[in-house]
């Protein structure tokens, strides 16, 4: 959620001509304090015109991040997933790497786009 402003003009740039709808996760740690999905939500209206869905999903620190977004798929069954990998971040760099991005959409069973931040 650092830079969402900026990623997610990427997302709509892809999306518009699809006519397709966005909705953007976010998987929460404990710690985080984030404000209201409504309020990012009027925003991103303001300044893109276009209709973002926010959703926020408490991060289950029993599971692997993996399973976490499995959780989110079943539960808004996205046709697509968008992700903006921070290269500087190790552990989402291994995870998301254009190498290890296949077994993960075999596992999420739809497919994914990959940005680098």
Excluded at 1 to 11: F, G, H, Q
Excluded at 13 to 20: I, N, Q, R
Excluded at 32 to 43: F, G, Q, S, V, Y
Excluded at 58 to 70: F, P, S, V
Aim: glycine letters at 0%.
């Amino acid at each position: 959620m650092v830079n969402y402003r900026k990623e997610i003009r990427k997302v709509i740039t892809f999306a518009e001509p699809l006519d397709a709808s966005i909705i953007m996760l976010h998987i929460v740690n404990a710690k985080e304090n984030l404000p209201k999905a409504i309020a990012i939500e009027t925003k991103l209206l303001k300044k893109t015109e276009r209709i973002v869905k926010v959703k926020y999903l408490k991060r289950n620190l029993e599971q692997t991040l993996c399973d976490d977004i499995n959780t989110a798929v079943k539960k808004i069954k996205p046709g697509l997933m968008v992700f903006f990998i921070h290269r500087s971040q190790p552990y989402w760099n291994a995870m998301f790497h254009p190498s290890n991005i296949k077994p993960f959409s075999f596992y999420a069973k739809i497919p994914i786009l990959s940005f680098k931040k």
